[in-house]
């Protein structure tokens, strides 16, 4: 069982930066591929960025966004810089017991409360 708590969500005008993170439990964190999603208002939660022996993001965010983790002390970060308006949601962290990580929210066992990003015009 993994539980995971996000945090560093809030207000930010477009260009500028934020840095969530993911704080997970359990002492198998490392074992995990973890992943980021985001939902819009009236949109279906989509892909963000994943981590496990490699990364990947989605087209939208590549070159803006970085992924990385600390297993030593189970969190997960996402780095957004250069952001803008349309990166506007509820941001949440993900996890799934395989080695390798997935664009897929279904393919994802555990899921964190989420934590609001807004990017201002």
């Known amino acids: 069982q993994v539980q995971l708590v996000e945090s560093g969500g809030g207000l930010v005008q477009a260009g500028g930066s934020l840095r969530l993170s993911c704080a997970a439990s359990?002492?198998?964190?490392?074992?995990?591929?973890m992943g980021w999603f985001r939902q819009a208002p009236g949109k279906e939660r989509e892909f963000v960025a994943s981590?496990?022996?490699?990364?990947r993001y989605a087209d939208s965010v590549k070159g803006r966004f970085t992924i990385s983790r600390d297993n030593a002390e189970n969190t997960m970060y996402l780095q957004m810089n250069s952001l803008k308006p349309e990166d506007t949601a509820v941001y949440y962290c993900?996890?799934?017991?395989?080695?390798?990580?997935?664009?897929?929210?279904?393919?994802?066992?555990?899921w964190g409360q989420g934590t609001q990003v807004t990017v201002s015009s």
């Open positions: 359990g002492r198998t964190f490392s074992s995990y591929a």
């Open positions: 993900a996890a799934r017991n395989f080695a390798s990580g997935s664009g897929v929210p279904r393919d994802y066992s555990y």
């Open positions: 981590i496990s022996r490699i990364t």
